[in-house]
């Protein structure tokens, strides 16, 4: 049985004083949810205020990008080791916005999971397609050369500690959410890959969440389908009662 996991991702959304103010509202409303990892990721310079305000709580503090060398003169970079020392345990790697923007390719994917899983951090390893990808029928290849050119380089061992989150791009802030179908398709494609990499139990085992317009309204019917094990939310979560309502779904 696999723990669904409910993930926001605030992009670069909030200060230091809106991320506690998210949380004054946000604890109570799942401090009674059981049987889900609950997890958001700020910006980095909140980091401190996010896992202040979830000290004791169900609620986990993820980084949304990492640097693979662990210090160095790298400016700019924050390394794995510092994230974790500051409170996270789980980071987004290879998120399409950084893939897009700044230049994520899968061997930086496989190179920041790795330091990810070294440092002690669960990373959340993001696929997904473009639209004119998705048009031209190559989905499924897209996604098997993301996982083949990216997590597929781990070892069975390192891969055990991963979880992938399928994230058609065409679907991420533009309120097109992929149907429950298409999703859940998509995730089929990934756990055949994972099954052909690392075996069948390794597929049984892996969380895959879907991302992508995820809303409290449309959180119920994803989640029914038994190869969707959670969700990584954007514009949704920056609301404390709607993300609420979305993990409580
Ligand atoms: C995301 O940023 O990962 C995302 C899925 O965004 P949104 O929910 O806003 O589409």
């Given at each position: 049985m696999r723990k669904p996991l409910m993930a926001g991702n605030w992009k670069m959304y909030k200060n230091a004083g809106e991320t506690a103010a998210?949380?004054?509202t946000f604890r109570p409303a799942v401090e009674k949810t059981a049987g889900r990892d609950?997890?958001?990721?700020?910006v980095f310079v909140n980091i401190p205020a996010a896992v202040a305000a979830t000290a004791g709580s169900n609620i986990g503090?993820?980084?949304q990008n990492l640097y693979w060398v662990r210090e160095g003169a790298f400016t700019g970079e924050v390394a794995a080791p510092m994230l974790k020392a500051a409170g996270c345990s789980w980071v987004l790697v290879g998120h399409s916005e950084r893939r897009q923007y700044f230049g994520e390719t899968d061997e930086s994917?496989?190179?920041k999971t790795v330091a990810?899983?070294?440092a002690g951090l669960n990373p959340i390893v993001c696929?997904?397609?473009r639209l004119q990808e998705r048009e031209a029928g190559e989905t499924a290849a897209v996604l098997q050369s993301q996982f083949t050119g990216g997590i597929a380089g781990l070892t069975p061992q390192q891969f055990a500690g991963v979880v992938i989150a399928y994230e058609p791009v065409w679907a991420i802030g533009t309120g097109k959410t992929a149907t429950p179908e298409i999703a859940s398709d998509a995730h089929k494609v990934i756990r055949q890959a994972v099954a052909a990499a690392f075996g069948a139990e390794a597929a049984s085992a892996v969380r895959i969440l879907y991302g992508g317009s995820v809303k409290p309204d449309n959180t119920a019917?994803?989640?029914?389908?038994e190869d969707i094990d959670g969700v990584l939310v954007g514009g949704a979560s920056l609301d404390p009662k709607s993300f609420a309502a979305i993990v409580n779904y």
């Open positions: 998210f949380f004054d609950i997890v958001l990721c700020p503090i993820g980084g994917v496989l190179k990810a899983l070294e696929v997904g397609e019917t994803l989640m029914a389908k």
